[in-house]
C-alpha cells in the first residue's frame, strides 16, 4: 500500500477499539456519488422509454425531456471516479482498451455502448426539428444565426429527408434503439452492484442481490429527479409567463400538467415497491443465514448506523415518501417533497453502503467513522468533501442547460418522434 494512499484515508479516517494499522475508509463521498450519479442516468432513460417502448402516450412530454436529461447525467456518472483517483491521467484506458476481464475494464464498452445509443436515439427522435432548423434559419441574418445553422447543419449529418416515409423509420430506428438501451442503462449501473457484490472479503457487500438493488433503486431515483426538475422547471416557466402578463401561445412551455405527473407517479411507486422489498429481502436474508461476521454487522446495522438505515433511509427516505404519494388529494407540493425525499432516501442507500461497508474492522473488533470534509484545506479535500459532491450534482443542470439550446426537450411546438 503506497504512501499516497495512507495519507488519503487518514484526512477522514476516525478509529475506535481494535482496528489494523493499515485500515482507513478509502472510497469516501465521490465513490458514494459514482453509484449515485449512473443510477439517475439509467432511471432517466427508462422513463423515456416508457414512451417510446411501451407506448404510454400521455408520457411523452416528460419522456422527451427525460431522454434529452439522460444525455445531461451521462457524462457526469464517471467524474467522481476522476475525482477520486490518485492518477486521472489513467483513466482514458478503460474506454481505449475495454475488456471483461474485470467489471471496471467492462465500464469502457457498457458507458460508449450507451452513451452511443443515447445519442442515436436523440438524433432520430429530432432530426426533423433539427432540418426545419436549418431552413428557417437559412432567411435570418447576423452571426449567432449563422453560427447556430452551422450547428444545426452538423447535426443533421446531411439527413435532410423530412418526407412522411423517412420520419416513419426515424420513428422505428428510435423505438428499437430505446428497446435496446434499457437492458444496456441497466447493466451500466448494475455493474457498479456487481463490483461492491463481488467483493468477498466484505461481508456487508457480498451479496447477490446487490446488482439487482441497486438497479431497482437506479429507476427509482432516476425517475424521481426528472419528475422533480420537470416539475421546477415547468412551473417556473409558467409563473416567468405569469408575472409578464402575457397570455401563453401555443407551443409555449406550459405549467406541470397533473395527469403527467399522476402516471410518472403510479411508475415510480412501482418501482419504489420493488427496491424497498429487495432491500428488506436481502436484510432478512443476512439474518437468517447468520455467518460468521453476522455479529460484527448486526453491530454495524443495528448499533452504529442505526440512524442512516432505519430513520434515514428507511423510514425518511422510504416511508414517509411512500405515504406521501399514496395518500389521497395529492398536491404539487406534497409531491416535491417526497421526490426530495426519496433522492434522499437512494442517496442513503448508497452512503450505507459504501461508508457503512468500510464502518467495521476485518478484525470484526474495532469501527471507523468517516468524517466528511465540510471546509476543504487542500485539492483533497474539496474533491473528497461537500464541495467536491455539491459540485458533481450541479453538473447535471449545467450540460442539461446547454443541450436543451439546440434540442428543445420542454418545447411542445417542436415535432418530434
Request: proline content about 4%; some cysteine; charged content about 15%.
Amino acid at each position: 500500500m503506497t504512501e499516497d494512499m495512507v495519507v488519503h484515508g487518514v484526512e477522514w479516517t476516525v478509529k475506535e477499539l481494535f482496528v489494523y494499522p493499515n485500515e482507513f475508509i478509502y472510497w469516501s463521498i465521490q465513490i458514494v456519488m459514482y453509484p449515485y450519479m449512473t443510477g439517475l442516468v439509467a432511471g432517466a432513460f427508462v422513463l423515456s422509454s416508457l414512451y417510446h417502448v411501451f407506448g404510454q402516450k400521455d408520457l411523452k412530454e416528460i419522456a422527451q425531456f427525460s431522454l434529452v436529461f439522460s444525455l445531461a447525467l451521462l457524462p457526469v456518472a464517471a467524474i467522481p471516479l476522476l475525482l477520486h483517483l490518485q492518477q486521472p491521467l489513467r483513466a482514458m484506458e478503460p474506454l481505449l482498451t475495454p475488456h471483461f476481464t474485470s467489471a471496471i475494464a467492462a465500464f469502457g464498452i457498457v458507458f460508449t455502448a450507451y452513451a452511443l445509443i443515447v445519442l442515436s436515439e436523440i438524433w432520430f427522435v429530432y432530426r426533423k426539428y433539427f432540418v426545419e432548423q436549418v431552413h428557417e434559419l437559412k432567411t435570418k441574418s447576423g452571426l449567432s444565426n449563422t453560427l447556430t445553422r452551422t450547428v444545426y447543419r452538423v447535426l443533421t449529418i446531411g439527413a435532410y429527408d423530412v418526407s412522411d416515409s423517412a420520419i416513419k423509420v426515424d420513428k422505428k430506428a428510435a423505438t428499437i434503439l430505446a428497446a435496446v438501451g434499457i437492458p444496456v442503462a441497466c447493466f451500466l449501473h448494475g455493474y457498479a452492484g456487481f463490483i461492491f457484490g463481488s467483493v468477498k472479503a466484505n461481508a456487508l457487500w457480498m451479496s447477490p442481490l446487490m446488482p439487482v438493488i441497486f438497479i431497482m433503486s437506479a429507476v427509482v431515483s432516476g425517475i424521481a429527479l426528472c419528475m422533480l426538475t420537470y416539475i421546477v422547471i415547468m412551473e417556473w416557466q409558467a409563473f416567468r409567463q405569469k408575472r409578464g402578463g402575457g397570455v401563453a401561445e401555443a407551443g409555449e412551455i406550459k405549467g406541470a400538467e397533473k395527469e403527467i405527473i399522476n402516471k410518472a407517479t403510479r411508475y415510480l411507486l412501482g418501482f419504489l415497491v420493488a427496491a424497498i422489498s429487495l432491500e428488506l429481502l436481502d436484510l432478512i436474508f443476512r439474518g437468517y443465514t447468520a455467518m460468521k461476521s453476522w455479529d460484527i454487522l448486526r453491530s454495524v446495522m443495528y448499533g452504529k448506523d442505526f440512524v442512516n438505515i432505519f430513520v434515514l433511509q428507511y423510514t425518511l427516505g422510504n416511508l414517509v415518501p411512500f405515504v406521501l404519494l399514496i395518500l389521497p388529494g395529492r398536491t404539487l407540493r406534497r409531491t416535491v417533497v417526497a421526490l426530495l425525499l426519496v433522492l434522499f432516501g437512494v442517496f442513503m442507500m448508497r452512503w450505507n453502503v459504501v461508508i457503512g461497508g468500510q464502518a467495521f474492522s476485518l478484525s470484526f473488533s474495532g469501527y471507523m467513522h468517516y468524517e466528511i470534509p465540510l471546509i476543504p484545506h487542500s485539492v483533497e479535500t474539496f474533491k473528497e468533501g461537500v464541495f467536491g459532491a455539491l459540485t458533481v450534482m450541479a453538473l447535471p443542470f449545467v450540460f442539461f442547460w446547454i443541450i436543451n439550446k439546440f434540442v428543445p426537450s420542454l418545447r411542445r411546438d417542436a415535432e418530434s418522434t
